[in-house]
């Protein structure tokens, strides 16, 4: 919701509500239009019952133990029609509990029907920009407050600079970092630990260390930030270093570091840890399990995977999602297909990374016929609306594109990306069209998957940003044999047109996946010694793990040396 649609529907209820009640004070002030001045027995004992109930009311606001949003849509009606909402405590107090409910339309309006909002009734409606899907909105509303008088303090920058992590909007972040200044409250320990959260979740180490190495007290939430932050951005020496002279850990300390190495492609370091971490004593979470059985499945661990999966069973009273998908993708990628689809009929309720996880193993590391047959069963399972209706997303396309790659389906394949784009509205990246010029030339259409190649849009997007996606689905998607294949495809379409940066970018996107980083600067310094486009920075790091294995056919051997 816009700035201007907010205040003109608030402008709108709070015009509705004072004609209401100015309607209810005529009734009752007009002796022509009330029965009686002096109400009669009966009258007396409704007005008794009226007000026990706006006492209910009240109480069950001041004790916190309204329980459900119908009883405080009954709750607000009553406090309206009596007049008491308009009292700043009670409309703070349903300002609250409409938060606490998680409707964040419902806490919109609500604001909008109080008078003079208070620093309170402000904070909480920040808090509940940091919980919704629009947090950058925040920034926006907190500045408009401003203009009106309002007065921030400490509780307003913390959800402030978590709608900024969110939105990984460092330069918001830095403008409100400045506004923590202004108003003094930048040494405020809580502040602090959100600022770092903020700097480490926009890739910004620098600034979260100069805040970190400032603060004149730290605690065990301040630690596991700037750790949290270091392992975020790949720099596990630094990481690990701050991890070694934590004067206290916990297991979110654990947890960041073992992700960190895991992120970094190297599970078996993550496997030592945790082994470390339970000799030590401490107990491990959902977070941890997943962490464990990804790196079981990414080192095609299954002994030690199946033992973790015994643990769990004997320890965990009732698997989470995450869980479940994690055991999923696990025997995937240890081969056991079978066991995987076993642990996803198990699942009651399954949500699109779950989906996603049962449907790339078939089609990567199983039987590919039975992936597209998944896939069917979702999407009709989503058009009918019925139990689970998760869309398809662009991981969802990517297994299946490569399934029809392994088995030949060039009609499928097309029919499938065409829907992609025409029927959910996914624009294809790198990955699906890298995808798309492998189905041809399993068909042995060469000639076409090279010109898929060669005309790359030029605002193609960038996956680096979700390098985790991306490394978990496409562990095998390069050209059968050897990354050369691919390279030679790039440099011949640069010979062909050696001004033109999408190439430039390709053969960067195949050396990055390959892990080739010499080349990878190579490339970058032809590109600067030719001024061609702008030189990418060092994200392609993260896409070290993209386009791993899907087979293409020898016939592109004899054509790429032709064209080479």
């Known amino acids: 919701m816009n700035g201007k649609n907010f205040y003109a529907r608030a402008g709108s209820i709070q015009t509705h509500i004072r004609n209401r009640n100015c309607h209810l004070e005529l009734l009752h002030s007009n002796p022509t239009l009330s029965q009686s001045r002096s ?133 918001s972040g830095q403008k409100l970092h400045g506004q923590a200044v202004k108003t003094c409250v930048d040494w405020v320990l809580p502040v602090q630990n959100s600022l770092i959260h903020m700097y480490g979740y926009c890739g910004a180490a620098g600034y979260a260390r100069k805040v970190f190495d400032l603060m004149s007290q730290k605690d065990l939430v301040s630690w596991n930030s700037i750790l949290h932050c270091y392992a975020g951005v790949g720099d596990l020496n630094v ?116 989906w996603n996880a049962m449907i790339l193993g078939y089609c990567i590391h199983g039987n590919p016929e039975d992936g597209l047959k998944l896939y069917a069963e979702m999407a009709n399972q989503f058009r009918s609306g019925d139990g689970e209706t998760n869309p398809p997303d662009e991981v969802t396309f990517i297994s299946i594109l490569c399934a029809c790659a392994r088995t030949g389906k060039l009609t499928e394949g097309r029919k499938y990306f065409s829907e992609m784009v025409s029927v959910y509205n996914i624009k294809p990246n790198f990955a699906h069209y890298w995808c798309m010029a492998n189905v041809h030339v399993s068909a042995g259409l060469v000639q076409e998957a090279e010109e898929i190649l060669r005309n790359l849009p030029g605002d193609i997007e960038d996956l680096s940003s979700e390098f985790v996606v991306w490394a978990n689905l496409l562990a095998s998607c390069r050209f059968q044999g050897d990354i050369e294949l691919g390279e030679r495809i790039a440099k011949s379409l640069i010979d062909r047109e050696p001004r033109n940066f999408a190439y430039y970018r390709l053969l960067l996107n195949i050396y990055a996946v390959a892990g080739r980083w010499e080349d990878v600067a190579a490339v970058k310094d032809v590109m600067e010694e030719r001024r061609i486009g702008r030189i990418p920075g060092s994200r392609l790091v993260d896409l070290k793990e993209i386009v791993h294995g899907l087979k293409v056919k020898h016939i592109l051997q004899e054509v790429i040396l032709e064209v080479t």
Not at 107 to 118: A, E, K, M, R, Y
Not at 307 to 332: E, Q
């Open 39 to 171: 109400p009669s027995p009966s009258c007396s004992s409704v007005e008794n019952r009226t007000f026990s109930i706006y006492h209910s009311s009240l109480k069950l606001l001041r004790g916190c133990t309204c329980r459900s949003i119908k009883q405080l849509l009954q709750i607000q009606a009553h406090l309206l029609t009596s007049g008491i909402f308009y009292n700043p405590y009670w409309s703070s107090r349903v300002l609250q509990h409409s938060l606490h409910f998680g409707d964040f339309d419902y806490t919109v309006l609500i604001f909008g029907c109080i008078d003079s909002p208070n620093t309170f009734c402000v904070n909480t409606l920040i808090e509940g920009y940091s919980n919704s899907s629009i947090p950058r909105q925040a920034v926006g509303f907190y500045f408009e407050m401003l203009k009106n008088g309002f007065s921030p303090n400490s509780f307003t920058f913390v959800p402030l600079f978590g709608c900024c992590a969110k939105a990984v909007c460092v330069e």
């Open 239 to 354: 990481a690990r270093k701050l991890f070694d002279i934590m004067p206290e850990r916990n297991v979110v300390s654990w947890n960041t570091i073992i992700n960190g190495y895991l992120n970094g492609g190297k599970p078996e370091v993550s496997l030592l840890l945790y082994r470390e971490m339970v000799e030590k004593g401490l107990r491990m979470n959902d977070t941890t399990a997943v962490c464990m059985l990804t790196a079981c499945g990414r080192s095609a661990r299954l002994k030690e995977g199946r033992s973790l999966h015994g643990f769990l069973y004997k320890t965990v009273l009732k698997f989470s999602i995450m869980i479940y998908t994690a055991l999923i993708d696990m025997y995937s990628r240890c081969q056991k297909v079978g066991t995987a689809r076993r642990v996803f009929n198990l699942t009651t309720y399954r949500n699109l990374v779950c």
